[in-house]
């Protein structure tokens, strides 16, 4: 049975992380997928590799959608992260201008960070048997403590307080219309939208890996995520996460 993603929220005040929170409920409890887990304080949010993820008790949305996908091939996996970036982008896009996706898994306005996802997939006999996909998004936050070097919140770009819980409803609902996509299997559309709104595509911009510095644009992500840019006068390389660094 096909359960849309919201069918049910349930509320925390405080956790350490929201994805750890979700993996222990799913676990120990029989937890329907679409189920939405949120914290009104997420205390050590967790982003890629050893990130973490700043968030004012309160102020912003933090939470987890449990799904299982186990009808995606193991080497699409990477479709799950196009189609929660493009309900983040068609959302935030109502609320402000210049929304895009930074690959592989940021949501920017302008040159600044607005959101983070973190997808932790679970894979068994050959499937991915769960999903859970935590976000972090800047509501009303307004000063920033950490060293992450370019966040923004709804708030200071547009000057308005929100009420989170009623942002969640409406961004909800977005991701379930684009996973709904993917559950129909229409996957060239997604590509296809999800490479329109990435980030620096098609711009020329200087990038490092571990040869070189040059110059070069993004032209696309490929079937299993790598980011693909194309070297002014030279090759397309591609590359997974942490091998490029945007300059």
């Known amino acids: 049975m096909c359960h849309h993603i919201g069918h049910s929220i349930i509320k925390i005040e405080r956790t350490v992380s929201t994805n750890n929170y979700a993996t222990s409920q799913v676990h120990e409890n029989e937890t329907k997928a679409g189920t939405v887990f949120l914290a009104y304080d997420q205390t050590a949010g967790r982003g890629q590799l050893a990130n973490r993820w700043?968030?004012?008790?309160?102020k912003n949305l933090t939470f987890s959608v449990f799904l299982r996908p186990s009808f995606l091939e193991i080497h699409k996996q990477y479709m799950l992260s196009k189609v929660v970036c493009l309900g983040l982008e068609s959302f935030l896009s109502e609320l402000t201008e210049c929304v895009k996706i930074k690959w592989?898994?940021?949501m920017y306005v302008g040159d600044r960070?607005?959101?983070?996802?973190?997808i932790e997939n679970?894979?068994?006999s050959g499937q991915i048997s769960?999903?859970?996909?935590?976000?972090?998004?800047n509501i009303n936050q307004t000063r920033f403590l950490s060293e992450a070097p370019n966040p923004v919140s709804?708030?200071?770009?547009?000057?308005?307080?929100?009420?989170?819980?009623?942002l969640l409803i409406d961004l909800l609902k977005q991701l379930d219309h684009y996973y709904s996509q993917l559950v129909a299997g229409n996957f060239d559309q997604l590509d296809l939208e999800f490479q329109q709104k990435l980030y620096r595509l098609d711009?020329?911009?200087?990038?490092k890996d571990e040869k070189h510095h040059?110059?070069?644009k993004i032209i696309g992500v490929n079937e299993i995520g790598q980011l693909k840019i194309q070297e002014r006068d030279g090759p397309v390389h591609e590359y997974h996460f942490k091998e490029v660094a945007y300059l």
């Open 113 to 118: 960070k607005i959101c983070g996802i973190l």
């Open 122 to 124: 679970a894979i068994m």
């Open 154 to 166: 709804l708030k200071m770009l547009t000057g308005q307080d929100y009420s989170p819980d009623d």
């Open 214 to 216: 040059y110059t070069g």
């Open 203 to 207: 711009e020329w911009h200087p990038y």
């Open 130 to 137: 769960q999903s859970i996909i935590g976000i972090g998004l």
């Open 104 to 106: 592989p898994n940021d």
């Open 54 to 58: 700043e968030s004012e008790a309160g």
